[in-house]
């Protein structure tokens, strides 16, 4: 059975009619929002790449020793570089290993395939390290950069490489995929994912819907001066900053909307429209939008480094009412 997801078929049918016409880039950039699945794309295609006895529309066999060794993950000749550690950087020794092993002969006679994720974590060290590669790619070598920010690797990288975009599903195809995956509220948790399913199965799972759920408490008490901002900013430092800042982001957008339309059709968030109704009401439009700016500033940062000095300060920025004629001592 194919492991295609229905949202990536025009994207499988442009590297299949490459792969025919013999004219496979040898660099790939696949970019695209994250929580879409560009990932199992790129290695179900290249478990396609190297089985010997693909089906008629390129999927491969499941069942030759290529495809037994990959799914078993222990092909020879495909190679994966990813952070050792969550939020860690893509080092330069991590590149030097996957430039050596392009530079090998195949061991079992195909191609040789390299993925690198998430490609923005590279340090500069690393993708210059990876230059010469591009520049001069070895023979029946396919090297795979994913990005869900493709606009922060350097310009000598992403101009080297073939684009391969991928984009959100329309929403109706996104929800008949998630219904028979999921037990909660598809609508609601493709809401909560900004319409990326693989996320939105993610989110089904309770304990993370709580975890919201105290975000959203905490961010409503720091609000209302109720809880010290240092203490609540400890709370969304953890466990994934970054994550945790796009609930922020999706409460913020859901402010500005519900200000902007008396009743608003389709909101991120509609399980908490009552209370963020009341919070939009607290400020002026152009004060929301500063706020989501400054949001998505921060989220941008937290995604290559998790900073929690800068976390820090956006949420205490947060709640400075402009009043200077404040003593703390009294
Ligand atoms: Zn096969």
């Known amino acids: 059975m194919s492991r295609l997801l229905p949202w990536h078929a025009s994207q499988w049918r442009e590297l299949l009619q490459r792969k025919v016409a013999n004219r496979l880039p040898h660099a790939l950039l696949c970019s695209g929002p994250a929580g879409l699945g560009k990932r199992l794309f790129v290695e179900y295609f290249a478990q396609a790449l190297l089985c010997t006895a693909p089906a008629q529309e390129g999927s491969p066999c499941g069942v030759c020793r290529n495809c037994r060794l990959f799914l078993a993950g222990n092909h020879p000749d495909y190679?994966?570089?990813?952070?050792?550690?969550e939020g860690k950087p893509i080092k330069v020794d991590q590149v030097r290993e996957l430039v050596a092993f392009l530079g090998y002969t195949s061991q079992l006679g195909g191609y040789k395939i390299a993925l690198l994720t998430p490609a923005e974590r590279m340090n500069l060290?690393?993708?210059?390290?990876l230059l010469k590669t591009l520049e001069e790619p070895p023979g029946d070598s396919l090297l795979v950069l994913l990005s869900?920010?493709?606009?922060?690797?350097p310009a000598t990288i992403r101009s080297r490489c073939q684009q391969l975009r991928f984009q959100l599903p329309p929403f109706e195809t996104a929800l008949a995929w998630l219904q028979p995956r999921v037990s909660g509220d598809p609508a609601l948790l493709l809401g909560l994912s900004g319409g990326a399913p693989l996320q939105a199965q993610a989110y089904a799972d309770p304990a993370w819907l709580a975890h919201r759920q105290t975000l959203f408490e905490t961010y409503c008490a720091v609000v209302a001066g109720q809880a010290d901002p240092v203490r609540a900013a400890e709370v969304w430092s953890k466990p994934d900053a970054a994550a945790n800042l796009r609930c922020l982001i999706g409460?913020?957008?859901?402010?500005?909307?519900?200000?902007?339309?008396?009743?608003?059709p389709r909101l991120l968030n509609p399980d908490l429209r009552a209370a963020?109704?009341?919070?939009a009401g607290?400020?002026?439009?152009?004060l929301l939008f500063q706020r989501l700016d400054a949001f998505i500033r921060l989220h941008a940062l937290c995604v290559t480094q998790v900073n929690r000095p800068l976390l820090l300060e956006a949420l205490?920025?947060?709640?400075?009412?402009?009043?200077?004629?404040?003593?703390p001592r009294g």
Do not use: Y
Not at 148 to 153: E, G, H, V
């Open 148 to 153: 869900t920010t493709p606009a922060r690797l």
């Open 79 to 85: 190679f994966k570089v990813e952070p050792s550690e």
């Open 125 to 129: 060290n690393a993708a210059n390290s």
């Open 316 to 327: 205490l920025g947060d709640c400075a009412d402009g009043q200077a004629d404040l003593d």
């Open 276 to 279: 963020l109704h009341r919070l």
């Open 282 to 286: 607290r400020w002026p439009l152009p």
């Open 251 to 264: 409460w913020q957008m859901d402010m500005i909307r519900l200000k902007m339309m008396r009743d608003p």
